[in-house]
């Protein structure tokens, strides 16, 4: 085992506990209302156990979180396709001049004779 994964099961497993603590003590349900103007009957409600509602909460958080970096990222990302592509064709240009030079070269010794 890897340090890093020793540390990872050193956070990892109290970070599960308190997890499935927390939705242990939080079974209770509650009302989620979508509606900010009619508080009596509003027109979206949805009924959830409280710890459903908080991690689906640090769910959606992880997943904007990850978009906004992926979408930070983008420039950095095309940058480094753009490289590659560059990359790719003084690798082609590259070859093809070393075989014409191989060519010239063999050609001139021909002329040259034994």
Same mark, same amino acid.
């Given at each position: 085992m890897t340090l890093k994964g020793f540390f990872n099961w050193i956070i990892g497993v109290p970070i599960a506990v308190i997890?499935? !603590?927390? &939705?242990?003590?939080? +079974?209770?349900?509650?009302t989620v209302s979508f509606d900010p103007i009619n508080r009596v009957h509003p027109f979206a409600t949805v009924d959830m156990p409280?710890?459903?509602?908080?991690?689906?909460?640090?769910?959606?958080?992880?997943?904007?979180g990850w978009y906004v970096a992926w979408? !930070?990222? &983008?420039?950095?990302? +095309?940058?480094?396709?753009?490289?590659?592509?560059?990359?790719?064709?003084?690798?082609?240009?590259?070859?093809r001049e070393k075989r014409e030079m191989q060519s010239g070269a063999l050609a001139a010794r021909q002329e040259q004779g034994p």
């Open positions: 997890g499935v !603590g927390f &939705a242990v003590a939080n +079974r209770q349900w509650v409280l710890w459903a509602l908080v991690f689906c909460g640090v769910l959606i958080g992880i997943f904007a979408r !930070g990222n &983008a420039k950095y990302r +095309r940058a480094t396709r753009e490289a590659k592509i560059e990359l790719v064709r003084t690798q082609q240009m590259h070859e």
